[in-house]
């Protein structure tokens, strides 16, 4: 079985504040891929990252960071100077090799606020 | 298309009625994926098709439910005899499918959004 964890569900920072979105995950495929999604008021969700389990390197993009840890089964999201139009849902996913294939398995979310 | 299309946008209905939803995938990507949000909820996955064939079908809440895909295009899910609890919001997405779907950045549509009364 797949479980995806976002133990936040709502995170209230002002603008230019540094924020991690944490993100853990449990599977028992070896090989697996792990996604962010971002998800603005305007309601479609929208592809941030993809990181294969073979990849641990941190990846950053613009304000963006991540930093995938296999030791703890993490995969936590930073965003760094935050701005208001960073204010969104924010979806972590996991899709596995072995554990039906085409299934993703998303967390329940964490609701980023920026405000002015 | 450029990207994922859905309709309707909203659709009211009355319990006890059926419903159609439609999903247009981006053209190319041979799998395609349903998923319901619920208010304030995670995505809850529904179904898969690969080409126009379901391999998973084990996320469908009851059989009420069911989706079918033609031409690897255009899929519709069709609720039968709607609920109260039926209401949210359904979500399509479409991959490459090229075979390694589990590795595939799925892109999603902006959804419909499902009230029954």
């Known amino acids: 079985a797949q479980k995806v964890t976002q133990a936040q569900t709502e995170i209230s920072v002002v603008e230019k504040e540094d924020v991690t979105l944490d993100c853990v995950y449990e599977t028992r495929d070896t090989t697996y891929y792990l996604f962010w999604y971002k998800q603005p008021p305007s309601g479609e969700l929208v592809f941030l990252i993809r990181r294969n389990s073979f990849d641990e390197q941190n990846e950053i993009s613009g304000r963006y960071s991540w930093n995938f840890q296999k030791s703890t089964s993490s995969f936590n999201f930073t965003i760094t100077a935050s701005q208001v139009v960073d204010s969104a849902v924010y979806f972590c996913?996991?899709?596995?090799?072995?554990?039906?294939?085409?299934?993703?398995?998303f967390g329940d979310g964490t609701t980023l606020t920026v405000k002015p | 298309g450029a990207g994922v299309s859905q309709s309707p946008s909203n659709k009211v209905t009355e319990k006890g009625k059926d419903v159609e939803l439609r999903c247009d995938p981006i053209s190319g990507h041979t799998a395609l994926y349903w998923y319901r949000q619920s208010l304030g909820q995670g995505l809850e996955f529904l179904i898969y098709f690969q080409g126009n064939s379901a391999p998973d079908k084990s996320g469908l809440p009851s059989d009420r439910f069911s989706a079918e895909r033609t031409g690897g295009s255009v899929s519709t899910l069709t609720i039968q005899r709607t609920q109260q609890e039926d209401s949210a919001v359904y979500l399509c997405?479409?991959?490459?499918?090229?075979?390694?779907?589990?590795?595939?950045?799925?892109?999603f549509g902006p959804g419909t959004r499902l009230t029954v009364l």
């Open positions: 996913a996991l899709s596995g090799y072995n554990t039906n294939a085409g299934k993703s398995t």
């Open positions: 997405a479409s991959s490459q499918g090229s075979g390694r779907v589990w590795a595939d950045t799925q892109y």
